[in-house]
């Protein structure tokens, strides 16, 4: 799984990403897409919604070409600094149950250049974001949520 796009952007650009799924059973996909900053705004492509500030999947996503691809796009914070995309996704067998499901993590690391000084104090921490505060953890329960979400659609 990965996810492709820009790794720069100048404060507020917008960027086009796609989180992609390959591999695994590939009967069809999940996934979901949070942000280390608050300040960065996502947005949903086709077959996709926006829930608790982060992106989801609305229906299950069939493979094509070995890959189920889920676009979306992010506006970049007005100041410079680092922003983190954090992707979850899941590939299924689609046989009703967990069994045989693959699930994996990414991250793509987008360094917003120019314009304002950026976020933090200087000593090394971020200060901030839905990243340090529960992103990640939020991700291991949307995996969680997606596979009984994928069997309950079925």
């Given at each position: 799984m990965?996810?492709?796009?820009?790794?720069?952007?100048?404060p507020?650009?917008?960027?086009?990403y796609?989180?992609?799924?390959?591999?695994?059973?590939?009967?069809?996909?999940?996934?979901?897409?949070?942000?280390?900053?608050?300040?960065?705004?996502?947005?949903?492509?086709?077959g996709?919604?926006?829930l608790s500030?982060?992106?989801?999947?609305?229906?299950?996503?069939r493979?094509?070409?070995?890959e189920?691809?889920?676009?979306f796009?992010?506006?970049?914070?007005?100041?410079?600094?680092?922003?983190?995309?954090?992707?979850a996704?899941?590939?299924?067998?689609?046989?009703g149950?967990?069994?045989?499901?693959s699930?994996?993590?990414?991250t793509l690391?987008?360094n917003?250049?120019?314009?304002?000084?950026?976020?933090?104090?200087g000593?090394g921490?971020?200060?901030?974001g839905?990243?340090?505060a529960?992103?990640?953890?939020?991700?291991?329960?949307a995996?969680?949520?997606?596979?009984?979400?994928?069997?309950?659609?079925?």
């Amino acid at each position: 799984m990965t996810i492709e796009g820009p790794a720069t952007l100048a404060p507020g650009a917008t960027g086009n990403y796609s989180l992609i799924i390959r591999g695994g059973p590939a009967a069809g996909a999940g996934y979901n897409v949070a942000v280390s900053e608050a300040a960065a705004t996502l947005t949903a492509g086709s077959g996709s919604r926006k829930l608790s500030g982060e992106l989801t999947h609305s229906t299950i996503r069939r493979f094509s070409n070995g890959e189920a691809r889920f676009d979306f796009t992010m506006v970049a914070p007005a100041t410079a600094g680092r922003v983190t995309l954090f992707g979850a996704g899941n590939s299924v067998n689609d046989n009703g149950t967990e069994q045989g499901d693959s699930s994996a993590t990414t991250t793509l690391e987008v360094n917003v250049t120019g314009g304002g000084s950026g976020g933090g104090d200087g000593d090394g921490n971020d200060d901030g974001g839905c990243a340090a505060a529960g992103g990640v953890p939020l991700l291991g329960a949307a995996l969680v949520l997606l596979s009984t979400r994928l069997r309950r659609r079925r």
